[in-house]
């Protein structure tokens, strides 16, 4: 079974300070994707990363980077919370050019 | 420019009656078409997609859905609802081949009820 794994479940943090969360998955995927997920808006693709150290914006890529060093692990970078940042997280996977996406449990972040 | 429309979003149900969640899609290419259940406090899980070929994709826990092109919908049933069906559930498109994302629907809330 594919596993992705996102280490942080629950993270409360305030505002302006620097954010990282991070996602591992063990499949040898080449894509990595970072989506966030708010009531109403669905999911919203921030940044993807279809190889090591390579990355693309998504639709919403305003306030975060992500770095993507070795194949595994894909991480989002808030580099200034704010508090219209509080949101459920995806990190999600998915073989290079494969048609099916395997997701993490998701990382709920509060910004006080 | 790529997008999906999920008509209503709660959808309440009794036991044993016919779950439908309607989901509209746009592409100018020919689609990948996804649902997604999301169980609370979890992340997304795959419940069937349609690629090519047959048209009725069966799923898991009984769902399906069919792809009309003519009409650009891939709604998903199932003909008797559990209450264990209670969840999110997330229609989605992508492109076929190339670094194709995925794009999802805002969501249907299914609450079932006894």
């Known amino acids: 079974d594919v596993k992705v794994t996102q280490s942080s479940r629950y993270l409360v943090k305030r505002t302006g300070e620097k954010v990282f969360l991070e996602c591992v998955q063990d499949m040898d995927h080449e894509n990595m994707f970072w989506y966030r997920q708010d009531p109403g808006l669905g999911l919203r693709l921030i940044y993807f990363?279809?190889?090591?150290?390579?990355?693309e914006k998504g639709d919403i890529p305003e306030g975060y980077s992500v770095s993507r060093e070795k194949k595994e692990r894909f991480s989002l970078i808030l580099e200034s919370a704010s508090t219209n940042q509080t949101s459920m997280y995806l990190c999600?996977?998915?073989?290079?050019?494969?048609?099916?996406?395997?997701f993490g449990e998701g990382s709920w972040l509060t910004v006080v | 420019a790529q997008s999906v429309t999920q008509l209503g979003s709660h959808v309440s149900v009794s036991e044993g009656a016919l779950v439908l969640l309607r989901c509209n899609y746009s592409?100018?290419?020919?689609?990948?078409l996804f649902w997604y259940v999301q169980y609370p406090n979890q992340g997304l899980q795959l419940l069937l997609k349609?690629?090519?070929?047959?048209?009725l994709v069966k799923g898991i826990n009984g769902f399906e859905a069919e792809f009309k092109k003519s009409e650009t919908s891939f709604h998903l049933t199932k003909p008797s609802a559990h209450m264990s069906d209670a969840a999110e559930y997330f229609c989605?498109?992508?492109?076929?081949?190339?670094?194709?994302?995925?794009?999802f629907g805002a969501g249907t809330r299914l609450a079932v009820h006894p």
């Open positions: 989605a498109v992508s492109r076929s081949g190339g670094y194709n994302k995925l794009i």
């Open positions: 999600a996977s998915r073989v290079r050019q494969g048609n099916t996406i395997y």
């Open positions: 990363s279809y190889d090591v150290k390579m990355k």
């Open positions: 592409s100018s290419v020919p689609p990948y």
């Open positions: 349609y690629t090519t070929g047959a048209t």
